[in-house]
C-alpha cells in the first residue's frame, strides 16, 4: 500500500464533516458559558446550527483553526491532492495548531487557544480537552502515538508521547510527561507523570456539571 493510499484510508476512519464540526461548535460554546437551548437540532434546524459555527469562529480562538483541519481530513479522504496541506498550513499560521496526516480526531474537540501539536498514529476520542502548549505525539523510533480516550482533559504545556493508552475521562496536569498509559477516570501529574487520584478521590473532583475546562484547571492545580 502506498503512503497516500493509506493517509486517504486513515482519514476515512475520522467522524463525518458535519457531525464533527456540530460537535466542536457544540464544546466550544458551553465552554464559552453559552447557554444552549434544549433539542437546538430540532427546534433550530440547519439555521441554528450555521449560526453557532459562525459565532464559535468569531468567538473562539482555536476553532477557525480546528475547522480547517476538519475540512483538510475531509478532503484527504476523497483523495484530493495539495489542498489538504494547504489548509493545515493556514490552521497553522492562525493559531499554531499542527494535526498530522494520520491522526484520527474524535467530535467534541476543544483548543482553547491553539498552539497544539498532535502527530502520528494518534487517536483523540471524543470531547477532549487539550489547552495550549500541549505536544502529543513520538518518541525516536515510534510511529504510533497516543490513544486518548473519550473526555480526555489535557493541562496546559502538557507532553504526551510514545504508544500509550489514555482512559476515559483521565485529567492529566499542566506540564505533566506522560510516557506511561493512564487508567481512565484518573489525575496524572508530574515530570514523568504519576497516577496521584483515582475517579473517586473527593479532593481531585470537579464539582458537580463542572464544565471540560473545569475539570482540567482541578487536575492542573495538583
Known sequence: MTPARFLRLR???????????????????????????????RSGGQLSSLWLVLRMLWEADAFAALLLIRLSIKLRGLGVPVVPILLRRLAMMLAQVHVGAP??????????HGQVVIDGLTVIGKGAVIRPFVTIGLIDGE???????????????????????????????????????????????????????GPDDPAQSPPPGASPTKRAETAGRS
Open 11 to 41: 482519514a476515512q476512519e475520522n467522524p463525518r464533516l458535519r457531525v464533527a464540526i456540530l460537535a466542536d461548535a457544540r464544546i466550544a460554546a458551553a465552554n464559552l458559558g453559552h447557554r444552549q437551548r434544549s433539542g437546538g437540532e
Open 103 to 112: 491522526v484520527i480526531l474524535g467530535p467534541g474537540l476543544y483548543l482553547p
Open 143 to 197: 510511529f504510533v502515538g497516543p490513544t486518548l480516550g473519550e473526555q480526555v482533559s489535557i493541562g496546559t504545556g502538557a507532553k504526551l508521547l510514545g504508544p500509550i493508552r489514555v482512559g476515559d475521562r483521565a485529567r492529566i496536569g499542566a506540564n505533566a510527561v506522560v510516557l506511561e498509559d493512564i487508567p481512565a477516570g484518573t489525575t496524572a501529574v508530574g515530570m514523568p507523570a504519576r497516577v496521584l487520584s
